[in-house]
């Protein structure tokens, strides 16, 4: 069976985004950039929500995601992705799917794979 994980950060008070709903907070790179890049060398699929998703999309396939972490844009942008939303229509991202309905049958089915 499959294992899920969960790669999330929050702030010490449970915030998720600071007061300008940016992630300015959050200093990216060190061990978070080595764990993302041992984790994406996994082949795993990656599973956001829309909003996340397209947090995730403004970013990594750009220049300066790849200038300042190379390595994890890499794994990023060739990853599977899976997006859980109802309003999004359609994807220009490599490699990326929407689902929108029976979304506990897709991740039961995930689970069930080898991967």
Same mark, same amino acid.
């Given at each position: 069976?499959? &294992?899920?994980?969960?790669? /999330?950060? %929050?702030?010490?008070?449970?915030?998720?985004?600071? %007061?300008?709903? !940016?992630? *300015? @907070?959050?200093?990216? +790179?060190?061990?978070?950039?080595?764990?993302?890049?041992?984790?994406?060398?996994?082949? *795993?699929?990656? $599973?956001? +929500?829309? =909003?996340? #998703?397209?947090?995730?999309?403004?970013? @990594?396939? /750009?220049?300066?995601? #790849?200038?300042?972490?190379?390595?994890?844009? !890499?794994?990023?942008?060739?990853?599977?992705? $899976?997006? =859980?939303?109802? /309003?999004?229509?359609? /994807? !220009? @991202?490599?490699?990326?799917?929407? %689902?929108?309905?029976?979304?506990?049958?897709? %991740?039961?089915?995930?689970? &069930?794979?080898?991967?």
């Amino acid at each position: 069976m499959a &294992k899920l994980t969960s790669f /999330t950060f %929050i702030s010490l008070n449970g915030f998720y985004k600071g %007061i300008n709903e !940016d992630i *300015n @907070w959050h200093q990216h +790179g060190g061990e978070e950039a080595e764990y993302s890049v041992e984790s994406l060398k996994s082949n *795993n699929i990656l $599973l956001f +929500g829309r =909003v996340t #998703y397209e947090m995730m999309k403004s970013f @990594w396939p /750009t220049q300066m995601a #790849y200038d300042s972490f190379p390595e994890v844009a !890499d794994g990023m942008n060739n990853s599977e992705k $899976l997006v =859980v939303s109802k /309003t999004l229509n359609s /994807t !220009d @991202w490599k490699n990326t799917q929407i %689902i929108k309905e029976n979304l506990i049958e897709r %991740i039961s089915e995930l689970k &069930k794979s080898s991967k």
